[in-house]
């Protein structure tokens, strides 16, 4: 007997349905269905996925790598839902060399939607229509797409409406505004991530926009850049998963972090007594991580998977920081996320030796990468550790 794969994922949320419970009704007992069977096959209540899971012995399989988000987007998620077992095989280019996720801070009023249905915060929409005013042309000429996400569809109406009144029709076109629910499968460049939430809204209130499937979907729509657009306290003043999402960002921008692996890299160096800066410009080009340690300088790369690196434009790039006195090595997401420890070792050797220096078994340097693969016995200044 054949098998028939089944994908899907228990932490975004399920289909949505007009079914209503008396015409499943009809329909269960008009194929001779029992009580039990019918609940079975609910479609009201159960996905294909939520079906087949219920109905085998093993465990499902989990898929771990993850290609869609930029490792600051998806850190989140892999530690907030999927117990850091995610690898990472997405790219951690920056648009604009701004950083991969960031956070509005907006104390607006919501209130409820028109006929008292959904809710709307118009302070919200009108704070994201002016980003997207400011931003939206550069983001397509960049040929990036770009989405506004929302828990509520009073609130994504309400700003489709203001954008089609204010915005020429050839970029309200190349935009996509909806709710979570209706955004979910789809994804974008860059999204905007309206929470609508306010100081004053009960715990009731609060746990249809915070249900933790719904806010990993309007994450986990973005691919290089998310911008989320809320009450910052407010969100915080909850035990949620909007309140650890606020807590994960303001770590990340207070530390000046592109990613939560660059910010474990920084973490794991001071335990072992070398301080690292984040935001040093050298040549016009922002370092990653910067050391400066017993009179040698490094710059130290946190990338995203390989076959998603430029090799020629970072080569490029490296040289011109190498001819300003640094040292630079770079390090991938994987390598980062499987095996931190040696990535430190790596950096304490650099920094103890010198020029020249015998490479680590399987350690590449950037030409060696981009060509043959063949391992060098002694190199330079730049150490490409994709291994």
Not at 13 to 27: K, Q
Not at 226 to 255: I, M
Request: aromatic share 6%.
């Amino acid at each position: 007997m054949l098998g028939v794969p089944v994908f899907g994922d228990r932490r975004q949320l399920t289909h949505i349905t007009s079914l209503g419970p008396g015409r499943e009704s009809r329909i269960a007992e008009s194929v001779g269905f029992a009580e039990n069977e019918a609940k079975d096959f609910s479609y009201r209540t159960r996905s294909c996925f939520g079906m087949a899971a219920s109905r085998v012995s093993e465990d499902p399989v989990f898929l771990d790598m993850h290609f869609r988000s930029h490792p600051a987007i998806i850190g989140f998620s892999n530690e907030f839902f999927y117990d850091n077992q995610l690898e990472f095989c997405s790219s951690s280019t920056s648009v604009n060399s701004q950083p991969a996720i960031g956070w509005i801070n907006v104390s607006g009023e919501s209130r409820a939607g028109p006929g008292d249905r959904s809710r709307m915060n118009l302070p919200e929409a009108e704070r994201v229509i002016s980003e997207l005013e400011r931003e939206l042309r550069t983001l397509v000429g960049l040929g990036l797409s770009v989405g506004v996400v929302t828990p509520y569809r009073a609130q994504a109406e309400l700003i489709r409406r203001r954008i089609s009144e204010s915005f020429d029709d050839d970029l309200v076109e190349q935009l996509t505004i909806a709710t979570a629910h209706r955004f979910q499968g789809d994804e974008r460049g860059v999204i905007y991530f309206s929470t609508v939430i306010d100081g004053q809204m009960s715990e009731r209130q609060v746990a249809f926009p915070s249900d933790a499937n719904l806010v990993n979907v309007a994450l986990t729509r973005a691919r290089r850049r998310l911008v989320v657009v809320g009450n910052l306290s407010a969100c915080l003043s909850h035990r949620n998963v909007l309140a650890s999402l606020a807590r994960y960002v303001s770590r990340l921008e207070a530390g000046g972090f592109d990613s939560p692996l660059e910010q474990a890299l920084h973490e794991a160096l001071l335990d072992r007594g070398v301080s690292a800066e984040t935001g040093q410009v050298v040549a016009g080009h922002r370092l990653d991580l910067a050391v400066s340690h017993l009179g040698k300088r490094l710059d130290i790369e946190c990338d995203g998977a390989a076959f998603h690196q430029d090799f020629a434009r970072d080569a490029a790039r490296d040289r011109l920081i190498e001819d300003n006195g640094w040292m630079v090595v770079r390090f991938s997401a994987r390598r980062l996320g499987r095996d931190l420890d040696s990535c430190v070792d790596e950096v304490l050797a650099l920094l103890a030796g010198a020029k020249g220096l015998v490479a680590p078994r399987g350690v590449l340097c950037t030409k060696c990468a981009q060509n043959s693969g063949k391992v060098h016995g002694l190199v330079p200044t730049r150490w490409n550790l994709y291994c």
